[in-house]
């Protein structure tokens, strides 16, 4: 099935550490997103990439870092730079006319 | 900056009742329309979109949506709801021609059964 895997489902992390997020996609999707959601302020925006070897940062992108070395693939690092970052993480991505977007079933991290 | 704003973050509604959720954006340009849900431990997925022609889209599990281009509004509505329908609803917005989709801040949809 096509669709779009994130993992893990949950992760937790020490203060100060640095930790990755997978998201991978086999839709043939250009476009990659990483969304932050958080109870009562919805999506926000973390990095998007359009195409491979090229990303650009969204609204809230302090404190963490991507990468898009392959087209299906567009991992998120959260750095201990981030000062607040238990939340639930989506990566979508979006196809031909950036459309409508496919979401991953979501990573929440805890930061214990 | 563009915003979405939803107006309500809860509704509580029973099984037959009908629903209306509010959606106002701000852009002054031409813009793709979303209406996204998340049902309990299920990923987002979208319920319906508007991009141009009849402002009155029509989407799955019998949603549909206005657009009023002179209000900026994009309201769903659904004449009777089930109890299957409890979920989180997100509008969106995205720019004709841009990569950035900005959403709501969702409302929480709870049908008494």
């Known amino acids: 099935d096509g669709g779009i895997t994130q993992s893990p489902k949950y992760l937790f992390r020490k203060e100060g550490q640095n930790v990755t997020l997978s998201c991978e996609q086999n839709l043939n999707h250009d476009a990659m997103y990483w969304y932050r959601q958080d109870p009562g302020q919805g999506l926000r925006l973390i990095y998007y990439s359009q195409i491979v070897n090229d990303f650009q940062k969204g609204d809230i992108a302090e404190g963490y870092s991507v990468s898009r070395e392959k087209k299906e693939s567009f991992p998120l690092t959260v750095t201990s730079a981030q000062k607040n970052p238990t939340a639930f993480y989506l990566c979508?991505?979006?196809?031909?006319?950036?459309?409508?977007?496919?979401f991953g079933q979501g990573t929440r991290l805890t930061v214990v | 900056a563009q915003s979405v704003s939803q107006h309500n973050h809860h509704v509580i509604l029973s099984e037959a009742a009908s629903l209306e959720l509010g959606c106002n954006y701000s852009?002054?340009?031409?813009?793709?329309l979303f209406w996204y849900v998340q049902y309990p431990g299920q990923h987002l997925q979208l319920l319906l979109k508007?991009?141009?022609?009849?402002?009155l889209v029509k989407g799955i599990k019998g949603f549909e949506a206005e657009f009023i281009k002179s209000k900026f509004s994009f309201n769903l509505r659904k004449p009777s709801v089930q109890w299957s329908d409890t979920a989180e609803y997100f509008c969106?917005?995205?720019?004709?021609?841009?990569?950035?989709?900005?959403f709501g801040a969702g409302t929480r949809l709870f049908v008494k059964a």
């Open positions: 969106a917005v995205l720019n004709t021609g841009g990569f950035k989709t900005i």
């Open positions: 508007y991009f141009s022609g009849d402002p």
């Open positions: 852009y002054g340009g031409t813009v793709n």
């Open positions: 979508a991505s979006t196809g031909q006319w950036n459309t409508e977007a496919f």
